[in-house]
């Protein structure tokens, strides 16, 4: 029966010392500010003060700094624990305002929060410069190559495990300089027997796998903690997080956002700006309809197959700008491209766009009913240019990349001057940037960016 212990990693020392900060620091600041003026109020501080430990508490199990995995940089344990604090108080005084408590002394309350981030973090660094370094420490036996024992070790210093090495057992005949070699892996269960320790610690490369089975079983049996340390593949872009699947453990490579939340904003951003966008530009809509009627024969709306997020195909909405035999010309035409490459197409002065075409794709009205496809999900206001099939048909191997995620109404490549982009690389390049660097900030940044475009009237011919 697995028996998962998701508590394991847990820092309780660290814990109780923050808790232990508070407490004297509350304390401390009771005595010396005028906190009350009656005896009978002082209930009321302790509980006050045990309110401001748990929200501390939870902020910072938020940012993971009582997990001994983390790595524990100075920097960003001052910035967590200030922010702990800051976001606690500011819980707190809302709480009062909401309350109308006028029981307790603001003086206190200011100087409370000032001196428990001063102590809190003081605390933080002294330890962290005092990290024990024997005693308490667990005491392990390696059981690996040198490159990731080099690793191990650095990344024991900056997180929150306190580890004291006693030897290692090389495998095919490593060699680690500075540690003492234990013995060979044939010899495990005598070295185990010989040398008492806490836990055995082995690193595996899935490159280059070791049958460790056997003795994993030895440890096991012998009641020592073991630990895998895996040296996942690496994908150079990919990001990996490490989660598990019943008790399977499962790692997760990725190099589109997997952030649900991030993810839902942007949704909810796309049905907004889709139905405003609907709304305000639906008499401009009826007008171009009109125009396209008595301008050419053929339906208002052009309808084509596009390829959306992880290959799926979808129906694109414009505004038809070109007249009806438009695709069967455009093979007698392709020699006149100003993109230098068969998978994209522009060519100024093209003879199958209408008049109304071209006024329209000046003003990238002929993109307004791709609102609609926002609001059926199949697009995104803000995301990378949606391909044609036969332009995916050409794709190289890496081309592929660049439709992980939904396509977008505007993008990088679209408010960077798409006409002065000629090669189809550097497109390539922009929807990679888009993809690697997302965030909610960079979709508005660039939606702003699109509305400067389109009423300067850049990029579209």
């Known amino acids: 029966m697995n028996k998962a212990d998701r508590r394991a990693d847990f820092r309780i020392k660290a814990f109780f010392a923050d808790q232990i900060v508070i407490i004297c620091t509350f304390w401390a600041t009771f005595l010396v500010t005028p906190a009350y003026d009656n005896s009978g109020e002082i209930s009321r501080y302790v509980f006050l ?35 702990s604090i800051t976001g606690s108080a500011i819980i707190i005084f809302l709480f009062l305002f909401f309350q109308h408590n006028t029981i307790f002394s603001r003086v206190f309350l200011v100087s409370f929060f000032a001196l428990s981030t001063v102590m809190l973090n003081l605390q933080k660094v002294v330890i962290r410069k005092l990290k024990p370094r ?82 994993l079983a030895i440890a096991n049996d012998m009641g020592i903690v073991i630990r895998i340390v895996l040296d996942v593949y690496d994908l150079n872009t990919s990001k990996w997080y490490v989660s598990s699947m019943g008790t399977y453990p499962m790692v997760t490579y990725y190099n589109v956002t997997l952030d649900p939340i991030g993810l839902a904003i942007k949704r909810a951003i796309d049905v907004v700006g889709a ?62 491209n100003e993109m230098g490459d068969s998978r994209l197409f522009k060519m100024k002065d093209d003879p199958r766009i209408t008049r109304v075409g071209k006024i329209i794709r000046k003003t990238s009205i002929d993109e307004l009913p791709q609102f609609f496809n926002v609001l059926l999900g199949t697009m995104s206001l803000v995301g990378t240019r949606p391909p044609t099939v036969s332009e995916v048909e050409q794709y190289e191997r890496h081309h592929y990349r660049r439709i992980s995620i939904k396509p977008g109404i505007t993008g990088i490549w679209q408010t960077s001057g798409r006409n002065d982009v000629t090669d189809f690389e550097d497109v390539i390049q922009m929807d990679l940037e888009y993809i690697e660097n997302w965030s909610v900030m960079l979709d508005l940044r660039l939606l702003i960016k699109t509305l400067q475009v389109v009423f300067n009237k850049q990029g579209a011919y």
């Open 49 to 83: 003060m045990s309110v401001f430990c748990i929200v501390f508490f939870l902020f910072m199990m938020l940012f993971r700094m009582y997990n001994a995995s983390t790595f524990l940089y100075i920097d960003r344990v001052i910035k967590n624990t200030t922010i």
């Open 134 to 215: 024997n005693g308490s420490r667990k005491k392990i036996i390696y059981v690996g190559d040198r490159k990731m024992y080099t690793n191990f070790v650095r990344y024991t210093k900056i997180s929150g495990y306190s580890f004291d090495v006693i030897g290692y057992i090389g495998i095919n005949g490593t060699k680690i300089p500075g540690i003492r070699r234990l013995g060979k892996l044939d010899d495990f269960e005598a070295i185990l027997m010989e040398n008492p320790c806490d836990h055995v610690v082995f690193t595996q490369s899935l490159s280059e796998r070791q049958p460790i089975e056997p003795y």
């Open 275 to 336: 139905l405003v966008g609907i709304i305000l530009s639906s008499p401009i809509m009826l007008a171009t309809a009109i125009a396209i009627k008595i301008n050419s024969p053929g339906p208002v709306i052009f309808r084509q197959t596009r390829v959306g997020i992880n290959g799926h195909k979808f129906c694109i909405f414009k505004f038809r700008s070109m007249y009806m035999d438009a695709e069967k010309r455009l093979k007698e035409l392709m020699r006149h």
